[in-house]
T-cell receptor, first 114, second 113 residues
Framework: EAEVAQSPRYKITEKSQAVAFWCDPISGHATLYWYRQILGQGPELLVQ????????DSQLPKDRFSAERLKGVDSTLKIQPAELGDSAMYLC????????????FGPGTRLLVL | AQSVTQLGSHVSVSEGALVLLRCNYS??????LFWYVQYPNQGLQLLLK??????LVKGINGFEAEFKKSETSFHLTKPSAHMSDAAEYFC???????????FGKGTRLSVIA
């Protein structure tokens, strides 16, 4: 069964350092989402891509976060510089991109900023 | 704007007992509603979804949910809890297809032997 892949699974960094997370969606999925899940809360959208284009990045803190999906396949989310409040689980999800398609989630990257 | 309220951050049931996890939504248009389950340090797995077809939706692992427009609710139930059901459950809403999900804060289900 096809799955969404994410790496690394865990990342520990010091504040002010740069970190990057990678996501490989299910093959053929045109829509890709990055969500952030703070401990004890539900996921919240950071950015949505349709193919290689950003559809919604209204909740992305653009002064420190960036995301790209250059060839419309895999995607990278970067934080520079990391802050203590960025400690969270970062989840990637993908869907076919048609109406009411199920979003399939990867295992996530758990980030701890010290 | 849509929102989801999950009543009860933690629910504890005995093995074999009924599971009831509550979800109320707010949406200005007919919503699409989802229940996801998350096991520790893992991603989210879809349990079931409502997309304006049958109001009673059956999902995986014996779970089902009923859409009640008059009560703006989409509660999740399972007749008999198993130890393996212990996890975090999230209700989510979207106002149309291919849009980001808005999640509730989650309900942690504990199953006592």
């Amino acid at each position: 069964e096809a799955e969404v892949a994410q790496s690394p699974r865990y990342k520990i960094t010091e504040k002010s350092q740069a970190v990057a997370f990678w996501c490989d969606p299910i093959s053929g999925h045109a829509t890709l989402y990055w969500y952030r899940q703070i401990l004890g809360q539900g996921p919240e959208l950071l950015v949505q891509f349709q193919d290689e284009s950003v559809v919604d990045d209204s909740q992305l803190p653009k002064d420190r976060f960036s995301a790209e999906r250059l060839k419309g396949v895999d995607s990278t989310l970067k934080i520079q510089p990391a802050e203590l409040g960025d400690s969270a689980m970062y989840l990637c999800a993908s869907s076919l991109g048609r109406a009411v398609e199920t979003q399939y989630f990867g295992p996530g990257t758990r980030l701890l900023v010290l | 704007a849509q929102s989801v309220t999950q009543l009860g951050s933690h629910v504890s049931v005995s093995e074999g007992a009924l599971v009831l996890l509550r979800c109320n939504y707010s949406s200005s248009v007919p919503p699409y509603l989802f229940w996801y389950v998350q096991y520790p340090n893992q991603g989210l797995q879809l349990l079931l979804k409502y997309t304006s077809a049958a109001t009673l939706v059956k999902g995986i692992n014996g779970f089902e949910a009923e859409f009640k427009k008059s009560e703006t609710s989409f509660h999740l139930t399972k007749p008999s809890a198993h130890m393996s059901d212990a996890a975090e459950y999230f209700c989510a809403v979207s106002d149309r297809g291919n849009t980001p999900l808005v999640f509730g804060k989650g309900t942690r289900l504990s199953v006592i032997a």
